[in-house]
T-cell receptor, first 117, second 114 residues
């Protein structure tokens, strides 16, 4: 079945380090990916997205890399800060293989990022 | 403004109660979603409304009844819930409910069923 998963459930870094969070997906028809940040007691917050016609996209302190060959994407956070501590989810929103046009998000299991001062 | 609001923030209810969760967005989006999130798990889709019509029901038990009065409002009516229904209920919205749309989430309603 379709799944979006993460390699590491937890990541602990020092303030100022760069963080890399990984995500694997299994649906080769996936063509749109989103990274969300979820702080304790809050809803998921949009960070950055990428479409399958791109292999890299940069935002403010964040970069998402997409490798369609191995069905893997990653989120890189530069100069990680204590405020970055949260659970990070990758999600795929491509609907079903075969072109059905509806917006169903399939989430990965999440990575807990802890940033130590 | 990418704000989705949800009320109440917390809700405690008995198994015989009837309650409703409310969600509102003012981004002009035409699609709204309900997700359920258990502790230490990712959100799971429950329902999708697009242009005020139910487009997806992920085989959710009938004790959960969604309602979309207009394109900016979404309700989830709860009746005869079970303790295992205790979770964080998240509302989200997007442009039209199609593929490749960013979904924006509200803060959620934390529900406890006793």
């Amino acid at each position: 079945g379709e799944s979006v998963g993460l390699h590491l459930p937890t990541l602990s870094v020092q303030e100022g380090d760069n963080s890399i969070i990984n995500c694997a997906y299994s649906n080769s028809a996936s063509d749109y990916f989103i990274w969300y940040k979820q702080e304790s007691g809050k809803g998921p917050q949009f960070i950055i997205d990428i479409r399958s016609n791109m292999d890299k996209r940069q935002g403010q302190r964040v970069t998402v890399l997409l490798n369609k060959t191995v069905k893997h994407l990653s989120l890189q956070i530069a100069a990680t800060q204590p405020g970055d501590s949260a659970v990070y989810f990758c999600a795929e929103n491509g609907g079903k293989a075969g072109g059905t046009s509806y917006g169903k998000l399939t989430f990965g299991q999440g990575t807990i990022l802890t940033v130590h001062p | 403004d990418t704000e989705v609001t949800q009320t109440p923030k917390h809700l405690v209810m008995g198994m015989t109660n009837k309650k409703s969760l409310k969600c509102e967005q003012h981004m002009g989006h035409r699609a709204m979603y309900w997700y359920k999130q258990k502790a230490k798990k990712p959100p799971e889709l429950m329902f999708v409304y697009s242009y005020e019509k139910l487009s997806i029901n992920e085989s959710v038990p009938s004790r959960f009844s969604p309602e979309c009065p207009n394109s900016s409002l979404l309700n989830l009516h709860l009746h005869a819930l079970q303790p295992e229904d205790s979770a964080l209920y998240l509302c989200a919205s997007s442009q039209e409910g199609r593929r490749q749309e960013t979904q924006y989430f509200g803060p959620g309603t934390r529900l406890l069923v006793l």
